[in-house]
């Protein structure tokens, strides 16, 4: 296995989905007085939690306190361009509650986006409740990217075991028993048969990649560490963009014929399809990204949406009834989990087959 490109599409993966998005009188408020002095219903809690969950934050919160007023979790490196680099850690923001100095500028968290604004933190809106505040480059270690970071770690370290054990005897051992079977059926099941004999080897690395890291952060973003990797449109939004970066840079004479000059077809209807041709070629990595996508994200308001159906009920009936479901829909999306990252894969080796598909004429 050439585990060297193995560890170079990781890294790509990481540097790739480092990056966050930038995403009349001006109204203004303070960040001291965002936080809601009265009592706000348990279905709003409940909205607001399944909220927090599902977006890209700059800490890490494993669970509250709320009887204490207490939040247990990490804080991440918060790395901003403003006028020069700043770098500190977001435990400076007190969950949002509080301004952050860094080289004497001040900082704001508003819907988990980064503005500078003044030491009363200030914020300034439009006619539409849109902040005005300048919105500094934020290159931050995010809630996502440090999961893609573990995740990539984690990947690497049980290929190197699995390369190693092959080193000393062809038998593979630990962790690699687990692993060969899996490489092996990616190869024999998705590379072969989509891309063919001849060309399935120089692919096999990027495709392993995606298998094992899109399955293996669908795994954790079940379990309680508040992870939704996948189910964040920039990532999906990542890995498509490289899968089309591969298919056209990777791509045959044979293949661009097909599209601008279908053969066996009538000229004038050559004309007409080959727009639509071209139109497929960008909606192939559409589709991968939304898939992916949406299907993830789902999962994750179902499940905790039925979680928060346990705490409005209080008939016990309907309780265990919401518990067993919760279970049975649990066990669903480690299927789902494995799931999407069977497709994701295996459409993305059809691509690459159609890009090195053989003329044959």
């Known amino acids: 296995m050439k585990l060297k490109n193995i560890f170079s599409l990781l890294v790509t993966l990481l540097v790739f989905n480092s990056f966050t998005a930038f995403s009349n009188?001006?109204?203004?408020?303070?960040?001291?007085?965002?936080?809601?002095?009265?009592?706000?219903?348990?279905?709003?809690?409940?909205?607001?939690?399944?909220?927090h969950h599902l977006e890209d934050v700059h800490d890490f919160h494993l669970f509250s306190d709320e009887a204490a007023g207490k939040h247990y979790g990490f804080p991440?490196?918060?790395?901003?361009?403003?006028?020069?680099?700043?770098?500190?850690?977001?435990?400076?923001?007190?969950?949002?509650e509080?301004?952050?100095?860094?080289?004497?500028?001040?900082?704001?968290?508003?819907?988990?986006?980064?503005?500078?604004?003044?030491?009363?933190?200030?914020?300034?809106?439009?006619?539409?409740?849109?902040?005005?505040?300048?919105?500094?480059?934020?290159l931050s270690i995010?809630?996502?990217?440090?999961?893609?970071?573990?995740?990539?770690l984690i990947l690497f370290l049980m290929f190197r075991s699995l390369g190693n054990s092959y080193k000393t005897n062809r038998v593979p051992k630990g962790i690699g028993k687990f692993l060969e079977p899996l490489v092996i059926f990616v190869r024999d099941e998705i590379a072969?048969?989509?891309?063919?004999?001849?060309?399935?080897?120089?692919?096999?690395?990027?495709?392993?990649?995606?298998?094992f890291f899109i399955w293996l952060i669908n795994l954790l973003g079940l379990t309680p560490l508040g992870i939704n990797v996948t189910g964040n449109i920039a990532v999906t939004f990542a890995l498509s963009l490289m899968t089309f970066l591969i298919?056209?840079?990777?791509?045959?004479?044979?293949?661009?014929?097909?599209?601008?000059?279908?053969?066996?077809?009538?000229?004038?209807?050559?004309?007409?399809?080959?727009?639509?041709?071209?139109?497929?070629?960008?909606?192939?990595?559409?589709?991968?990204?939304?898939?992916?996508?949406?299907?993830?994200?789902?999962?994750?308001?179902?499940i905790m949406s039925l979680i928060g159906l346990l705490f409005v009920f209080n008939n016990w009936f309907a309780r265990g009834a919401f518990f067993g479901l919760t279970l049975f829909l649990?066990?669903?999306e480690l299927l789902?989990?494995?799931?999407?990252?069977?497709?994701?894969?295996?459409?993305?080796?059809?691509?690459?087959?159609?890009?090195?598909?053989?003329d044959h004429h």
């Open 25 to 51: 009188e001006p109204e203004t408020h303070h960040v001291a007085d965002s936080a809601q002095s009265e009592e706000i219903s348990l279905k709003e809690k409940i909205k607001q939690d399944i909220t």
């Open 76 to 96: 991440l490196p918060v790395i901003i361009w403003d006028d020069g680099l700043h770098v500190f850690m977001s435990s400076k923001f007190h969950h949002g």
């Open 98 to 138: 509080s301004v952050a100095e860094s080289n004497g500028n001040y900082y704001a968290l508003y819907h988990n986006k980064i503005y500078r604004t003044d030491a009363a933190g200030t914020m300034a809106f439009d006619g539409d409740h849109h902040p005005t505040n300048v919105k500094p480059l934020d």
């Open 142 to 152: 995010t809630k996502n990217v440090f999961s893609i970071m573990m995740a990539s």
């Open 192 to 211: 072969i048969p989509n891309i063919g004999k001849k060309h399935y080897e120089k692919y096999m690395s990027y495709l392993l990649t995606v298998f």
């Open 247 to 302: 298919t056209q840079l990777t791509s045959k004479k044979y293949y661009w014929k097909h599209i601008f000059w279908m053969p066996g077809v009538p000229a004038p209807m050559k004309v007409i399809l080959a727009p639509i041709e071209l139109l497929g070629v960008m909606i192939k990595p559409f589709a991968l990204m939304i898939r992916l996508y949406a299907n993830i994200k789902a999962g994750h308001i179902v």
């Open 330 to 332: 649990s066990v669903l």
């Open 336 to 358: 789902v989990a494995a799931l999407q990252a069977y497709i994701f894969t295996m459409l993305t080796a059809l691509y690459f087959g159609s890009a090195v598909e053989e």
